[in-house]
């Protein structure tokens, strides 16, 4: 990986920007070159949306000065001049309208496909462009995009991105693009960002998953506080001096690589399940147990923890859950967050019947929940009051963490919680979730992060909508978790 010596395609200066009394931005001093991919990392919170979001026009700073090809645009600077200019992104909270479908997701994307005929010429744009850079994939482009999975969508909104009509296209950039994609699918997005790099694009690649960033980036940017705090080639960075330059130093290593014991398996079951297609193995999730769902995106996780959900107090008779339960959705736009309402609403909402007082809900008590859970999952944030939209994602995610640990559910489902949280949070979390899972909770847990199985007590593999595989921690490596996802059910 070479980073070109011409000058910067874009260049930021004394970037300010301000929300209130937050402080989102404090003088970033970046540049962007043609000819390489940028890794932009830090903790949730650190500024590195916000810059992006400067980057593509929607957002105006207070302060500082960018410039395109070494003219000054500040005063212009909008969505439709960076479009002009060729800057385009894949933001983390995807933009595609759900009511339409894949091919008028394309049209509205380039306006430019207009006139007689525009439906074919949008088809066979983005049929050309998914096919190019997710080789395989299964998505029509008459699908209507509310019918697609997450990973799906962000495999269409990727593709609508980086397809090329009239306009140019300079710099991309993808914020957390890999969070809802399969190990492969993932390997896929990364090696077509290495082809567009290599013939002369420019790509600015968020992710907290720092391998992505070490393994396809030229150079890493480190943002803490709104501010620059590091900047070099990735060839001098390992994992451990990133997580340290992002200040958070893994203190307790085993809280995500906890010891291979197998536990003996004698607790009571608390929810069990057989997929009901042909072939499938039975999932048995003990009290004080972490199972973990694996295998590719879309087989079917998803719809399993959406029947154990519904099978608690109900009669299922494939599926059954004994206690209460609690979901942490990893799409927090649609099944997550209650977009009108302030944070700590959005924690507290599942644990009101037990604020009661006088058959009112008590104040005073509401505020201690949303104090106690702010500090434990260190949510960034000066006032709970504020609506949860003014929180990054991945402190949205926190956030929805808080609602399910605050709550007395005994059997907490996650579907891939986890994505847009750096990993600093992650690390804390997982220390949580096995403290939790020593005092008798059970986690029943979707990840489409291979180091997340790890962690998990039992670990059984999803194909085609059935349980394929079971292993115990001991046993789980990456090689059989993929050769799991790949063999074909018995029939």
């Not at 070494?70 to 479009?83: H, K």
Request: aromatic share 6%.
């Amino acid at each position: 990986m070479t980073v070109t010596a011409e000058a910067p395609f874009v260049r930021l200066e004394n970037i300010i920007k301000n929300y209130g009394a937050v402080r989102a931005l404090g003088g970033v001093e970046l540049t962007f070159n043609s000819g390489e991919c940028v890794g932009l990392v830090g903790h949730n919170g650190a500024g590195k949306s916000t810059l992006m979001q400067v980057l593509a026009g929607n957002v105006q700073p207070d302060g500082g000065e960018l410039s395109v090809l070494g003219q000054n645009e500040s005063m212009s600077y909008g969505v439709q001049r960076a479009l002009e200019l060729g800057v385009r992104c894949v933001f983390q909270e995807l933009s595609l309208c759900p009511n339409l479908t894949v091919v008028e997701n394309t049209r509205i994307r380039h306006p430019s496909i207009t006139g007689f005929g525009w439906r074919k010429r949008a088809s066979l744009l983005i049929r050309s462009f998914l096919d190019d850079i997710f080789p395989g994939n299964s998505i029509a482009v008459d699908d209507l995009v509310a019918d697609l999975t997450l990973g799906q969508r962000q495999m269409v909104e990727i593709a609508t991105v980086f397809a090329k009509t009239t306009s140019s296209l300079r710099l991309v950039i993808l914020d957390e693009p890999t969070s809802s994609l399969d190990h492969a699918i993932a390997g896929q997005l990364l090696a077509y960002v290495r082809r567009f790099v290599t013939e002369g694009g420019c790509v600015i690649l968020i992710s907290h998953i720092l391998g992505e960033i070490l393994s396809t980036c030229d150079r890493i940017v480190v943002m803490g506080d709104g501010r620059v705090v590091e900047e070099r080639p990735a060839a001098r960075f390992t994992k451990h001096s990133l997580v340290e330059a992002m200040g958070h130093v893994n203190h307790a290593p085993q809280a995500h690589q906890p010891e291979t014991v197998v536990k003996a398996r004698t607790a009571p079951v608390v929810a069990e399940i057989q997929p009901p297609r042909r072939g499938s193995m039975t999932l048995t999730a003990r009290k004080g147990e972490i199972i973990g769902l694996g295998g590719l995106a879309g087989q079917g996780q998803t719809t399993l923890l959406v029947l154990l959900q519904r099978s608690a107090g109900r009669h299922i008779s494939f599926a059954r859950c004994s206690g209460p339960v609690a979901f942490v959705a990893g799409d927090r736009q649609t099944d997550g967050v209650f977009p009108l309402w302030s944070i700590g609403q959005n924690i507290t909402i599942r644990s009101l019947g037990t604020m009661r007082r006088f058959g009112l809900i008590d104040p005073k008590k509401e505020r201690e929940m949303e104090r106690r859970w702010k500090e434990r999952m260190a949510i960034r944030t000066p006032d709970m009051a504020n609506n949860i939209y003014t929180l990054s994602g991945g402190n949205q995610q926190k956030a929805l963490f808080a609602r399910a640990l605050a709550s007395d559910a005994e059997i907490i489902l996650m579907d891939d919680p986890m994505r847009g949280v750096d990993i600093g949070t992650k690390q804390e979390v997982y220390h949580i979730i096995r403290s939790e899972a020593a005092k008798g909770r059970t986690f029943i847990w979707y990840t489409t992060e291979f180091e997340e199985l790890t962690s998990c007590d039992y670990v059984y593999v999803l194909r085609d909508g059935a349980i394929v595989s079971e292993m115990p921690r001991s046993e789980i490596t990456e090689a059989k978790v993929l050769q799991s996802s790949f063999e074909e059910v018995a029939q």
